[in-house]
């Protein structure tokens, strides 16, 4: 995410490098570098210059302490005027009405149907609501379809009428349902066109005037960088709309809308797609958008990820395995299916601090552990249970059924042994010896 923005604004900062102090000259330099950047990454050209101006009025006007370096110093104003130019603080949907309706909107092609039912899912698993998703897309049957689809992968009810091609009548009708049959939220996904038309924005308009919906959410493909700017604007000057949502923001390398959507409408990015699958769903945090792009990583938000993720009782039971020496590969296989279930492992490492920038130039595979999977697999429940029972004849065998090497198979066995030592000495408080180990296993 953004690493052409991230490499490009490093290297920015590196002007600064071996400057005892800011002086006019070289910050000048420096943010020509950053406004050249921020251009690149389609940002528009009068934000890029407003934008540098303000950081460089910020950094002129400071002392370097003692504590920074020029360079350091400049890093915190940039990131502290890319939150704020982002929006400041996070913004989720309102829903406080009984149901509480949620209008999408956005053109056709902008993932608008699909993050309908993300966002359902995610007011479902983290909110505690009962969702319902209305298609209002009388011209596209196929529309209809994909959100029943959709619906059905989420175990969120899906109200649709073919019959009826009036979507005023369809989205009433649906909120008529949902009083009667207790849902909180109804999520209504309308009709998208190829670009933005009268037609269109009238039936959106008589749709919003008829229900009086809570939220009114503009969907765009972040990868559309400007376009999505200015379709924004169209839409917002016609609509009003509450928000905006970002799909695709994991395969935007430039984050040119991510950066410039606020200031142009001013409404706030409320949550972002971060892949396909259907909890690939964040709020927008622009403060942790602004260290990702500063290749600070994101800590707060993995840590999150990975408590949503946390079963306290399977921890227990995986602790007094540990303590007795009986972790298997089947609480091996456990672990690693929390893990996938928190993100690609591409998104996960940029929000480690500095790993983005090591593997830039590594292909991170989101199926990094398909071939440890398929040797778990193919392992008998008594190798699973007691690994140190695997010999030469069984590594043989488990290799040709995974389809992976003999020394493949010695490199998990190993791995997993010095695993298993750690997770032991972690337990009895042996950090320095834990220390020693890591060293080794470099």
Do not use: W
């Amino acid at each position: 995410m953004f690493d052409s923005l991230s490499d490009k604004l490093d290297k920015a900062f590196h002007v600064l490098k071996g400057h005892g102090q800011i002086t006019e000259v070289n910050v000048a330099e420096t943010l020509k570098e950053v406004r050249r950047a921020l251009v690149d990454a389609d940002v528009n050209f009068k934000i890029a210059k407003d934008f540098t101006n303000l950081v460089k009025e910020k950094a002129l006007g400071q002392d370097v302490l003692k504590t920074l370096k020029p360079n350091q110093l400049m890093v915190k104003i940039v990131k502290d005027e890319l939150t704020k130019l982002m929006g400041g603080d996070a913004e989720e949907v309102d829903l406080s009405g009984n149901p509480s309706v949620i209008l999408m909107s956005g053109l056709q092609g902008s993932g608008k149907t699909t993050f309908s039912g993300k966002l359902a899912n995610y007011l479902k698993s983290k909110k505690s609501k009962q969702p319902l998703l209305v298609a209002c897309d009388v011209y596209r049957p196929a529309a209809i379809d994909q959100l029943h689809v959709v619906g059905d992968q989420i175990g969120v009810e899906v109200f649709s009428n073919k019959e009826e091609k009036n979507p005023v009548l369809i989205a009433e009708a649906a909120i008529a349902h949902a009083k009667q049959n207790g849902h909180n939220v109804v999520i209504l996904d309308t009709a998208g066109r190829l670009a933005v038309d009268q037609v269109m924005m009238n039936e959106i308009s008589d749709i919003y005037k008829a229900v009086k919906p809570q939220e009114t959410l503009f969907v765009v493909d972040a990868m559309t960088g400007q376009d999505a700017v200015n379709t924004a604007k169209t839409f917002n000057d016609v609509l009003d709309f509450d928000g905006v949502i970002l799909t695709k923001l994991d395969g935007d390398t430039r984050g040119g809308a991510a950066i410039s959507i606020k200031s142009v409408v001013n409404k706030p990015i409320k949550f972002i797609g971060t892949g396909e699958k259907m909890d690939a769903i964040d709020v927008f945090y622009p403060s942790r958008m602004a260290d990702r792009i500063l290749g600070m990583g994101d800590v707060v938000s993995l840590v999150e990820r990975a408590q949503e993720q946390y079963d306290e009782d399977e921890a227990r039971k995986i602790q007094k395995k540990i303590a007795k020496d009986k972790f298997g590969f089947d609480d091996f296989l456990k672990q690693i299916q929390q893990v996938k279930k928190m993100g690609s492992m591409k998104d996960l490492m940029g929000m480690i601090p500095g790993a983005g920038k090591m593997m830039k130039n590594m292909d991170i595979d989101d199926d990094a552990f398909k071939h440890i999977e398929a040797m778990i697999h193919s392992m008998t429940p008594h190798e699973r249970e007691n690994p140190t029972s695997i010999n030469a004849s069984r590594k043989k065998r488990i290799g040709k059924g995974s389809g992976t090497s003999v020394q493949e198979v010695n490199q998990l066995l190993k791995q997993f042994t010095q695993m298993s030592k750690m997770m032991k000495m972690m337990q009895g408080g042996g950090g320095n010896k834990m220390m020693e180990m890591m060293k080794k296993m470099q």
